[in-house]
């Protein structure tokens, strides 16, 4: 019998070290398929240091592009895979970046008979998130709240001159609009031509699926983000008793800022002392000069400490020693009612064992998911965070322990995604390597 | 004798609930002092649960009323049933309290015997992260006033809250309250239907009540307003029948008046700034104007004064508005940012 054996594109993959590369590489390693992984490794922006030993499986083979960017990385791969498609049984393509998707739907469009898998970390097009980055017209009659606007307003031809001339003078306006039409024309293709559409949870798919036909939506199927048990030291290092270590892994910007967690720490400071001193808090990533300033400012630097992006494997050890895990979400409740992204780190949290505190819109994925496994949810409310903190430090809410939960053990993930691409390479293919 | 009872009125709550609960049971050296009475209104998700963990944890403070879905008021009334302590407050379960103060306003509230207790709060807009205090610039903390004497004009549109108030439970129970069942918007029934029977009332420098404001299916956005306005007008008219029965003599007719015409404001605003569109509108808005006109002229006229797009819409027959909103929703299907972002779906093959 012929084993399955997948073609996976993914602009990130091990030995680059990046959220999205690991996610695809645990859920591989662990599948009982074989894979060529079509990657780069000359461009390591979104990443954090590269680990050529750790990261390897037996069951996958890599094939790097020599290219830098990501339009020639798709011309390579297209000529690339396009000879050796039969070889495959199926094909994945990873977002971000969504270029793989580009590959992909080439192939798919020139061998319409392989079975394509389209996973999804974010979305493609209208990705809340990025709304944050580009700016509206100030001058612009806005939507839904146009109601609330005077007619005066609206109808002033001082504003229409206005919003013209911020249009034409604004390159991220033009930008947005540019790339927005050339996403969502990528994105429509690639949930109209591909046969299974992944999503890491449930908030995620009604958001991306909304407005779609039946026939679509019937595609889609949720296979969160998973943790290793391999990958963690099997002891945890000896805690302090004194010190109580809170850590922050990760990507941290103006969006997602720390922010509101520093001001209930100032708040601490000021109100109960005794609890201030017993905290450790360190910092691992990147964070806004802003945010920099305010921890000086604030004087709260003699508990916040920031450090320098760690290795993966490294970062799975600090997150085993340490007491409680903080993760915060960006606060996109303007633009969306639940949080749609579940970060690839609370998976990696959640397998570490130690207890969480996640700062998050209340509901969505995040949230839904700490509450499952029994950790703490605060609002992004400063003094929704600073009860929260003083609770967890008083012993005043139960934290429970995670050992036991496996859900998001990546081995049943796999094992989920290897049935679903049995079950479909069976049924389209006829079962053609059974 | 507890000194403080709270109700909780719960629905759907899952994801606020235990904020709500942390926050009020956080200090245990005032757990003998207050009743948490948690009335869950039909709940179809886990606030029941959520609910009977604390009443397991903390059985002498913490009672459940489980109920068939019945509305806000209808959680208000079973609680003030059973309530058994001296003074009677609602904290919803989507909001929380300061847990460094309170502690000390329950202790506080032990030295006093006035009929209503008023303290601050904070309005938290949590997708902005803007935070608004509330304080009443007019009263003196600590100073106890005569209801009977008061000037109620100091208060300006600082009216009670249910946010700031605190009633004397006792009061409450004889001035019969009973707040519409079913009913949204029913908070401001709560603050103004037990006023006549209040005497005295003092104003505490604590900034207690935390309140949310943001949750995408609060009954407080303009859509919801605008889907539940047969509630509102319920609401108003039940509070114009009370204003009636009011002795003009009396001072607290002055501040009924005066929350009535930010009500009607309000009720008209439903119509004239986001609903009155289609002839249905037209016709439910020119019927209780004509309502209005017949039965409580001199609120019509000082509300016509106050706010003249009303006067404008009576003199049109409400015609201003409806091109207003015509114009306006044409303009918003045009440029209406989402629809632009969202685009075409996918073409049907």
């Known amino acids: 019998m012929k084993r399955t054996k997948g073609l996976v594109i993914s602009w990130y993959f091990p030995p680059i070290n990046s959220s999205e590369g690991l996610c695809t590489f645990k859920l591989l390693k662990n599948s009982k398929f074989t894979y060529d992984v079509y990657t780069q490794k000359n461009n390591k922006d979104w990443s954090y240091d590269t680990d050529e030993t750790k990261l390897v499986s037996k069951n996958i083979k890599t094939i790097f592009s020599s290219s830098f960017d990501t339009n020639s990385w798709v011309k390579e791969g297209i000529s690339k895979l396009n000879d050796k498609i039969d070889d495959y049984d199926f094909i994945m393509s990873r977002s971000m970046a969504p270029e793989s998707h580009e590959i992909a739907l080439e192939l798919k469009r020139k061998n319409p008979n392989i079975l394509w898998v389209a996973s999804f970390g974010d979305p493609i097009a209208n990705n809340p998130y990025e709304k944050f980055w580009y700016h509206d017209s100030p001058y612009t009659v806005k939507g839904k709240g146009v109601i609330e606007q005077s007619l005066r307003y609206v109808l002033s031809p001082k504003r229409v001159l206005k919003n013209l001339i911020w249009q034409y003078r604004n390159k991220t306006y033009k930008r947005k609009f540019t790339r927005f039409y050339k996403d969502k024309k990528l994105q429509d293709s690639v949930l109209n031509e591909c046969d299974i559409i992944i999503f890491n949870n449930k908030y995620q798919m009604k958001y991306m699926l909304e407005g779609y036909p039946e026939k679509i939506i019937k595609k889609g199927i949720i296979l969160p983000h998973g943790y290793d048990k391999s990958f963690y030291e099997n002891k945890r290092k ?22 509101n967690f520093l001001c209930a720490l100032e708040r601490l400071k000021a109100k109960k002392r005794d609890l201030y001193n017993m905290l450790e808090i360190e910092i691992y990533g990147n964070m806004d000069d802003e945010d920099k300033v305010y921890i000086v400012d604030s004087n709260i630097c003699d508990i916040v400490k920031f450090k320098k992006p760690v290795k993966y494997f490294d970062s799975l050890s600090i997150m085993q020693n340490s007491d409680l895990l903080l993760l915060i979400d960006a606060n996109l409740g303007l633009y969306i009612p639940d949080n749609i992204f579940y970060a690839a780190k609370l998976a990696d949290y959640i397998g570490s064992g130690s207890n969480i505190l996640g700062i998050t819109m209340l509901g969505g994925a995040s949230s839904d998911i700490i509450r499952e496994i029994g950790g703490v949810v605060s609002s992004h409310s400063t003094e929704d965070i600073y009860n929260n903190l003083v609770m967890i430090l008083e012993k005043k809410i ?34 053609k390597n059974e | 004798m507890k000194i403080l009872s709270i109700v909780v009125p719960t629905y759907n709550v899952e994801k606020y609930l235990e904020r709500c609960l942390n926050s009020l049971l956080y200090n245990e050296n005032i757990l003998k002092d207050i009743e948490l009475i948690i009335v869950n209104d039909g709940s179809k998700d886990k606030s029941l649960s959520i609910a009977k963990k604390y009443e397991k944890k903390y059985s002498e403070t913490v009672i459940i009323i489980d109920k068939e879905n019945g509305g806000h008021g209808s959680t208000i009334n079973a609680g003030l049933k059973i309530a058994t302590g001296k003074y009677f407050r609602v904290i919803d379960s989507d909001d929380w309290v300061n847990i460094d103060d309170f502690y000390l306003y329950i202790d506080e509230l032990k030295k006093h015997d006035e009929d209503i207790i008023l303290t601050d709060y904070n309005k938290e807009l949590l997708y902005s992260g803007e935070i608004n205090e509330f304080k009443y610039k007019s009263l003196e903390y600590n100073k106890t006033y005569n209801l009977n004497k008061f000037n109620f004009k100091i208060l300006d549109q600082d009216y009670f809250f249910m946010a700031t108030t605190t009633f ?16 949204f918007y029913v908070d401001m029934e709560f603050i103004l239907l037990p006023i006549l029977q209040m005497d005295t009332m003092v104003y505490l420098n604590f900034n207690i009540y935390r309140y949310f404001i943001g949750r995408p299916d609060q009954s407080i956005n303009i859509q919801s307003y605008v889907r539940n306005r047969m509630h509102h007008e319920k609401v108003v008219k039940r509070l114009l029948e009370f204003y009636r029965n009011i002795p003009r003599k009396n001072s607290r007719s002055i501040y009924v008046k005066t929350i009535l015409i930010q009500l009607l404001n309000s009720h008209y605003s439903i119509y004239c700034k986001a609903k009155l569109t289609s002839q249905n509108d037209v016709k439910e808005i020119k019927e209780f104007d004509k309502y209005l006109k017949n039965n409580y002229c001199e609120l019509y006229e000082n509300l016509r004064n106050e706010h003249r797009y009303i006067k404008w819409n009576q003199k049109t027959f409400f015609l201003f508005s409806q091109i207003f909103n015509n114009i306006m929703s044409r303009i918003a299907n045009k440029f209406d940012y989402i629809k632009m972002n969202r685009g075409e779906k996918v073409e049907k093959n």
């Open chain 2, 168 to 183: 004397k439970t006792e009061k409450l129970r004889k001035s019969n309250l009973f707040l519409d069942e079913k009913t």
């Open chain 1, 238 to 259: 000896s805690i302090s008793k004194d010190k109580f270590k809170i850590s922050y892994l990760g990507h941290l910007d103006k969006i997602r800022t720390p922010r």
């Open chain 1, 398 to 431: 139960e934290l429970h322990t995670l050992d036991k939960y496996n859900k998001y053990d990546i081995i049943t993930i796999s094992n989920n995604f290897d049935k679903i691409i049995l079950d479909k390479v069976q049924n389209t293919c006829g079962g």
